[in-house]
């Protein structure tokens, strides 16, 4: 038998059964003689086959031997400090074998094919990746592999191009952002619960994401609209204390409401001292940076620096900064260092890179060190924490980061919170640590932000005249027959913690101002929804029946244990001016993102008008720029 095959007829027959073989059992020879569309058995589509042009494909080989598969190459070395989705590839070759899927998932690939370079992919954890276009000389098998792993988890279409090199897949990046937020207030009847108590919020950051939203041409998500911080983000001008007064003070305006003409909107506008600025005290800083892989973003890492130096130059040779990171492990990159030492400031900033998992819990704990050891007698001390919250070592859940936080706050720091980007934002972490910091939580998503945030507003921000500040609103039910509070769902308080000094609450900051807003039926209205009882009436106890309500309120000069209190009646005569009014268009724009369940009829051009007419003076275009959000949030939500 041997002889037969080795014999010059013998080779020409098994030479022929190796051609044949080659032509019906493998895929290279199925697509020579099947034609440009082949069966894909993998993905289970007729579709036009992706094949990779070289000089070889272009003529039939001339010796079986030159279709053996190349050498075998190692897999690419990833670093052990990031996931998949974070190595940066460029030029490297990927094991043939298999590939991680979006959820760390191995994922066999189609038959072995050459080793091609791999994807640039972004160094985030939320695989927010912008796949590269594939090498000329991809093939059909890696394209494939390629799809199958894009985060999605869709399978696409893959029609020939005339050039690969052309062609990118970019995958939809997952969204995995978290909203701080609670059930909207309900409608209240006076007569069973008169009492309505809340702590005040300075916070901006909701109103900043929806306008990061909007501008990008989408509504924003329902949970991520706080209607508190849409209406506080906007400066007022409400009358401000003497010298021997508070150091705020309350005025309380009374209205129409817009959108129920059978209502009132009551807004209580609270106006903070501003200090003389040449006698502040010194100011000591601790920039906590997250420097972790989600933030290797240019709407991250990048912008938080360029952020950081605009407050530099508001900043005092008698103030200190000091610079922790933390990602895997948190570390200080600067020691406390003068202000004036700019150069070494700038120098520390500009050597932060992003990479690696997440370590909050890390960062916090060395940031407060640094801070306790900044600490002297009168002078302020504040942690900044700039992330895009997503915390995945150590401490993450926010009930836990609440109570850690809680437990140093005593030690006087305060912690501010500051968030960049979007895709992994987790907004629930960055308002559980502000809120229980004794600190506020603003969004920065352009240098502008930064500029409103870090030096237009930056006294408010980082020097506290009031600690712990409640509301306690009690209405008399016989003017009022049902009533609620128009945001605040997660400052709500209970009745008895208005009094209770050991309950945190919000923080006023040097000539800043609070807004909030109720909206009251009143006896005998037509609006009222509620039914009268059957068995009695609800009668006022020791009030004037001119009175609406009686506004309450507590808060703790900075450093002190023991609260003082203000207390002032609300009446139907106090008028409402341009900056109540504004407030109020800004609330109805809120509701309008939430769905209006109170709003009937009145719509985003009603909130249009109201705002264009009581811009006053808007000498940052801030007013301005809000009607134009309006303006696209009706374009967008089709009404």
């Known amino acids: 038998m041997l002889s037969n095959l080795t014999s010059k007829g013998g080779l020409t027959v098994t030479t022929a059964l190796v051609a044949v073989g080659f032509l019906v059992l493998t895929p290279a020879g199925q697509q020579v003689w099947k034609g440009p569309i082949a069966r894909d058995t993998a993905l289970g589509s007729d579709r036009p086959a992706v094949v990779a042009q ?8 001339q010796d079986l031997s030159t279709l053996a598969a190349p050498e075998p190459q190692p897999p690419v070395a990833l670093d052990t400090g990031r996931t998949l989705s974070q190595a940066d590839t460029v030029g490297a070759t990927v094991a043939p074998a298999e590939m991680a899927d979006s959820n760390g998932k191995s994922t066999d690939m189609i038959a072995a094919s050459p080793p091609v370079a791999a994807a640039r992919v972004d160094r985030t954890e939320s695989n927010e990746q912008d796949f590269a276009a594939p090498p000329p000389q991809a093939s059909l098998e890696s394209e494939a592999a390629r799809t199958r792993a894009a985060p999605s988890g869709a399978l696409q279409s893959l029609a020939a191009p005339t050039n690969m090199a052309d062609t990118t897949v970019t995958p939809t990046a997952p969204d995995t952002e978290a909203y701080a937020n609670a059930t909207d207030n309900p409608l209240k009847i006076t007569a069973e619960a008169p009492v309505s108590t809340f702590s005040i919020d300075v916070d901006t950051a909701s109103y ?10 989408v509504l924003p998500p329902r949970d991520a609209v706080r209607i508190e911080e849409m209406v506080n983000y906007f400066p007022y001008t409400y009358p401000a204390p003497g010298a021997d007064d508070a150091p705020f003070r309350p005025t309380v305006s009374v209205m129409q409401t817009p959108w129920n ?32 892989g989600s933030m290797d973003d240019p709407a991250k890492l990048p912008l938080l620096k360029q952020s950081f130096r605009l407050m530099l130059d508001q900043l005092r040779p008698t103030d200190e900064v000091a610079i922790v990171e933390y990602a895997g492990s ?8 003068p202000a004036s030492n700019r150069k070494a400031i700038l120098n520390a900033l500009s050597s932060l890179g992003a990479g690696g998992s997440t370590n909050g819990q890390g960062g916090l704990q060395q940031a407060y060190q640094v801070a306790e050891g900044m600490a002297a007698e009168g002078e302020v001390n504040r942690v900044i924490l700039a992330t895009d919250g997503d915390f995945n070592v150590g401490l993450s859940d926010p009930e836990a980061l609440k109570n850690y936080i809680a437990t140093q706050r005593a030690s006087g720091t305060y912690l501010s919170v500051l968030g960049f980007g979007r895709g992994n934002l987790d907004d629930a972490t960055m308002q559980a640590l502000a809120q229980n910091g004794n600190g506020t939580a603003a969004y920065i998503d352009t240098l502008a932000e930064a500029q409103k945030v870090l030096v237009d507003q930056l006294t408010g921000a980082l020097f506290p005249i009031a ?13 009022v027959a049902e009533y609620r509070l128009i945001g605040y769902e997660t400052r709500a308080l209970n009745r008895e913690d208005f009094n209770n000094d050991r309950v945190d609450a919000g923080e006023i900051g040097a000539g800043q101002t609070v807004t909030a807003i109720y909206e009251v039926t009143p006896v005998g209205s037509p609006a009222q929804l509620s039914d009268p009882l059957r068995y009695g009436e609800a009668v006022a106890v020791g009030a004037d029946n001119a009175e609406l309500g009686f506004l309450k309120l507590r808060y703790k000069e900075p450093g002190a244990a023991t609260s003082e209190l203000l207390e002032t009646p609300i009446t139907a005569g106090s008028v409402a001016g341009s900056d109540a009014q504004f407030a109020a268009a800004i609330a109805g724009f809120g509701q309008l993102l939430k769905g209006g369940q109170y709003l009937g009829t009145w719509g985003y051009s009603d909130a249009i008008a109201l705002a264009t007419e009581n811009r006053g003076d808007d000498a940052f275009g801030y007013r301005t720029e809000a009607v134009q959000l309006m303006r696209l949030a009706q374009s967008l939500s089709g009404n």
């Open 54 to 61: 070289s000089p070889m494909a272009e003529t039939a080989p």
């Open 208 to 217: 900043a994401l929806i306008r990061n939203s909007l501008t990008g041409g």
């Open 467 to 479: 600690d712990d500040v409640k509301i306690q609103v009690e209405w008399n039910p016989a003017t």
């Open 330 to 337: 948190a570390g200080e990159v600067l020691a406390p260092t």
């Open 261 to 292: 003409p059978d209502t009132q909107l009551v807004s209580i506008g609270i106006q903070g001292r501003m200090p003389d600025v040449d006698s502040r005290p010194p100011l000591n800083l601790v920039f906590l940076i997250d420097t972790s």
